[in-house]
């Protein structure tokens, strides 16, 4: 059992520096703090010559959603998951969607307070198939989300990770252990783009894209936010794509998502339909089988398809479920080629609700 004092928790990735500073080491920003100090995430701190997180039990808010909006789409469709975030964030994407939380330094952004064993009480009353820990990074509330995976488990309920993959190896270890679904942001294919609009460094998010697919048996499937000018080029999406097929599998899923002008990045268009299809085929082209678009409304890519015959398996509407075209075993209906991911013997019926919860 963790010791918790005011919501504030001790933590074991850190080290004590040779100009005696402490480095935090959860992930590759290694922020180096004198006693007071709080690293980029904010919620991680050097207090008493340790990193503490500082936000143990609490949060930006619960929700019931649909995890089509984490985005998982092979991961129990239409089923409702609890989710909820922190504030802070240890990338500064330029871009980010949810800044008002991920970029939020008050912590009367995190009014809620709820232990791990609540969580796990309420998503078992609400008859949640998973909680997600998402809306910012849960890397950066890592013992928070651990012990909540850990008591989620302890009455079979699921746990999702919504994550740019930015951590250290043994954190990362320690953290995916108790993941059964993921969902990273690959932001770009390109390290100008990672440094300049995130902060941060491809080389780290592949390695995590990595140990999740070859090291683990946690679902994985991967969002690309495409924006105008900076990462939509042919040329970019065929590398990522080739990569994605030649070193983790060509049935993870992929997901291109629509911009929209936020943040630092006012000045953007949004993302055209068109450079959402473009991307989407070139995917496909390369050999991916399940390539999908996002924060735009387009059933037909949105829905998902059997890669032998070509029969519609789960038609979707944004986040609602339509036609069923799975048989009991997760095979297609049609010629009983399976279907990678992970289904239940029938859809869920949650649809596009969103329902925020008390705790």
Not at 58 to 87: M, N, Q, R, W
Not at 233 to 254: C, G, Q, Y
Request: charged share 20%.
């Amino acid at each position: 059992m963790r010791q918790i004092t005011k919501n504030v928790v001790a933590t074991e990735y850190w080290h004590q520096t040779n100009d005696g500073k402490i480095q935090c080491d959860v992930c590759p920003r290694f922020c180096k703090m004198q006693e007071g100090q709080r690293g980029f995430c904010f919620i991680r701190a050097a207090q008493n010559a340790k990193v503490v997180l500082t936000s143990y039990g609490h949060s930006s808010g619960f929700c019931i959603d649909p995890i089509e909006k984490k985005p998982l789409y092979h991961f129990f469709p239409g089923s409702p998951v609890l989710s909820f975030g922190t504030a802070g964030c240890n990338l500064g994407c330029k871009f980010c969607q949810n800044w008002d939380m991920s970029k939020s330094r008050q912590m009367d952004r995190m009014a809620d307070k709820a232990s791990p064993a609540d969580i796990a009480k309420v998503a078992l009353l609400h008859s949640c198939s998973s909680v997600a820990f998402t809306y910012n990074d849960p890397v950066i509330f890592l013992e928070y989300a651990i012990d909540t995976a850990i008591a989620c488990h302890a009455k079979d309920i699921k746990n999702v990770a919504v994550t740019a993959g930015y951590i250290t190896g043994k954190a990362r270890e320690d953290f995916f252990a108790h993941i059964d679904a993921a969902n990273v942001d690959l932001k770009s294919f390109n390290e100008d783009f990672y440094w300049k609009l995130t902060g941060a460094h491809l080389q780290d998010v592949l390695e995590t894209l990595q140990y999740i697919h070859d090291q683990t048996n946690i679902w994985l499937e991967i969002t690309t936010l495409l924006i105008p000018d900076e990462n939509d080029s042919d040329r970019e999406i065929d590398k990522m794509s080739e990569w994605i097929v030649t070193n983790l599998s060509p049935d993870v899923p992929l997901h291109f998502s629509a911009f929209h002008p936020d943040w630092k990045l006012r000045d953007k268009l949004s993302t055209p339909f068109a450079t959402l299809t473009r991307a989407r085929d070139i995917a496909r082209k390369n050999g991916l089988n399940h390539v999908y678009t996002g924060n735009v409304s387009d059933a037909k890519s949105t829905s998902t398809y059997c890669v032998n015959c070509g029969a519609l398996l789960i038609e979707r509407d944004r986040y609602a479920l339509g036609f069923w075209g799975l048989d009991t075993q997760g095979n297609c209906a049609k010629c009983q080629t399976p279907i990678a991911g992970i289904f239940a013997k029938r859809p869920g019926n949650w649809g596009s609700r969103y329902q925020r919860i008390r705790i």
